[in-house]
C-alpha cells in the first residue's frame, strides 16, 4: 500500500504560522517528516525525537540534518541533502517550500489531479 500524502495549501500554511506565532511550523514539520519516512519506508527514521531535538540548542543541528537525509531519499530530483541543510540553517522558509511543493506534487500525482 502506497503512503498517502496530504496536499497542503502554502497560503493557509503561511497563515496558520502567524495565527499561532510559528507553533504551526513544528506541527508541519512532524507531519512531513512522517510522511517522509511513510514514503521512504525508513524504520529507522524517528520524527518523533527529531522534533523534540528542535527545542535542544544542538539538537536542531540533528534534527535538520536527517530532516534533510530523509527528503533526499524520497525527492522527485534527488535534492542533495548538504544543500537542503545548509539552506535550512540559512533560510528555512526555503526549505519549507521546496519540501512541501515536491510532497504536493507527489499528492495530487496520488489522487490522480493533472497540473
Given at each position: 500500500?502506497?503512503?498517502?500524502?496530504?496536499?497542503?495549501?502554502m497560503f493557509v500554511q503561511v497563515l496558520l504560522t502567524i495565527?499561532?506565532?510559528?507553533?504551526?511550523?513544528?506541527?508541519?514539520?512532524?507531519?512531513?517528516?512522517?510522511?517522509?519516512?511513510?514514503?521512504?519506508?525508513?524504520?529507522?527514521?524517528?520524527?518523533?525525537?527529531?522534533?523534540?531535538?528542535?527545542?535542544?540548542?544542538?539538537?536542531?543541528?540533528?534534527?535538520?540534518?536527517?530532516?534533510?537525509?530523509?527528503?533526499?531519499?524520497?525527492?522527485?530530483?534527488?535534492?542533495?541533502?548538504w544543500l537542503l541543510f545548509v539552506l535550512y540553517l540559512v533560510?528555512?522558509?526555503?526549505?519549507?517550500?521546496?519540501?512541501?511543493?515536491?510532497?504536493?506534487?507527489?499528492?495530487?500525482?496520488?489522487?490522480?489531479?493533472?497540473?
Open positions: 500500500m502506497a503512503a498517502y500524502i496530504k496536499h497542503r495549501n495565527i499561532t506565532l510559528g507553533i504551526y511550523t513544528i506541527y508541519w514539520f512532524y507531519q512531513i517528516s512522517m510522511e517522509m519516512k511513510n514514503i521512504a519506508n525508513d524504520t529507522n527514521a524517528s520524527p518523533a525525537l527529531w522534533t523534540v531535538l528542535l527545542f535542544i540548542p544542538f539538537g536542531a543541528f540533528y534534527s535538520y540534518y536527517k530532516f534533510s537525509e530523509l527528503y533526499e531519499q524520497i525527492s522527485s530530483e534527488k535534492f542533495n541533502r533560510f528555512s522558509p526555503a526549505v519549507w517550500f521546496i519540501v512541501q511543493t515536491d510532497l504536493n506534487r507527489r499528492a495530487d500525482f496520488q489522487r490522480g489531479v493533472v497540473v
